[in-house]
């Protein structure tokens, strides 16, 4: 979806509904294309303790941003963070799968 917006074909709001929202390319399904890594840099690097989300949409389309900085910010255990944010987008009404993962910088 990241494709079609960063293209201009839709918008933000429109991924959440697309027919092709759950399509997976050019790496799968797609045999013209060759798989290559993607990748980037962060800014200044991670810090001590700085937190790395990786998440599937079934999160990210159901639990806004702000709300997934204050989750994480919750004085309680990765774990524990992590199984409030799937709950969170759970009672949102997702219905796509929802896969978190986090990796914490430490030294």
């Known amino acids: 979806m990241q ?5 201009g074909a839709i918008t933000h709001e429109e991924r959440k509904a697309h027919v ?3 399509i997976i390319f050019p790496v799968f399904g797609n045999v013209k294309s060759t798989p290559k890594v993607d990748t980037v840099s962060i800014d200044g690097g991670m810090e001590y303790g700085d ?3 990786l ?3 079934g999160l990210s389309d159901y639990v806004s941003a ?3 900085e204050e989750i994480l910010e919750l004085p ?3 774990k524990s963070r992590l199984h409030l ?3 969170k987008a759970l009672e949102n009404g997702s219905k796509d799968n929802i896969t978190v993962i986090a990796v914490v910088y430490y030294e």
């Open 3 to 7: 494709l079609l917006i960063d293209e």
């Open 20 to 22: 092709r929202r759950n």
């Open 51 to 53: 937190l790395l989300l």
């Open 55 to 57: 998440c599937t949409d």
């Open 66 to 68: 702000l709300d997934i």
């Open 76 to 78: 309680k255990s990765l």
């Open 85 to 87: 944010l799937v709950d």
